[in-house]
C-alpha cells in the first residue's frame, strides 16, 4: 500500500523559495499520478499542481503557474514542488496524493478518489 510522507514546509519570507518533498513507500511510485493540494486556515482545501506517473505531464492552477513547478524521480520514490516568488497568500498546509486519476485541468476535483494522502506540512509565508 502507498504511503507518502511530506517534508520541506518552513516560514519563509515574502518573495522567498521553498521547495516540498514528498516521499512514498510502500508501493512503485511510477504507477502513480502525483498531486498537491493546500488548505489554509479557514479557507476550503484547493489543487496547486499534478504530475503524471512517467513525468512527461504536468498541471498547475492559475494561482500558482509561473512561480510553482513539481517534479518527480521514480527510481527515488519522491516528488518535488518548488516554490518560488511566494506571496502570503501561498501559506497552507500543502499535501502530496498519490492517485490514478489522470493528471489534468479534472484532477483536482476528483480529491474523494485519491489513493493517498500524506499527512500535510505547514508553509508559512510572512514577514
Known amino acids: 500500500q502507498l504511503q507518502l510522507k511530506e517534508s520541506g514546509g518552513a516560514l519563509v519570507q515574502p518573495g522567498g523559495s521553498l521547495r516540498l518533498s514528498c516521499a512514498a513507500s510502500g508501493f512503485a511510485l511510477d504507477y502513480y499520478t502525483i498531486g498537491w493540494y493546500r488548505q489554509a486556515p479557514g479557507k476550503e482545501r484547493e489543487g496547486v499542481a499534478c504530475?503524471?506517473?512517467?513525468?512527461?505531464?504536468?498541471n498547475y492552477e492559475d494561482s500558482v503557474r509561473g512561480r510553482f513547478a513539481i517534479s518527480r524521480d521514480n527510481p527515488k520514490n519522491t516528488a518535488w514542488l518548488q516554490m518560488n516568488s511566494l506571496k502570503p497568500e501561498d501559506t497552507a498546509v500543502y499535501y502530496c496524493v498519490g492517485s490514478i486519476v489522470k493528471c489534468d485541468s479534472r484532477f483536482y476535483a476528483f480529491a474523494q478518489s485519491h489513493q493517498t494522502w500524506g499527512p500535510g506540512t505547514p508553509v508559512n509565508v510572512s514577514s
Open positions: 504530475i503524471s506517473g512517467s513525468g512527461y505531464s504536468t
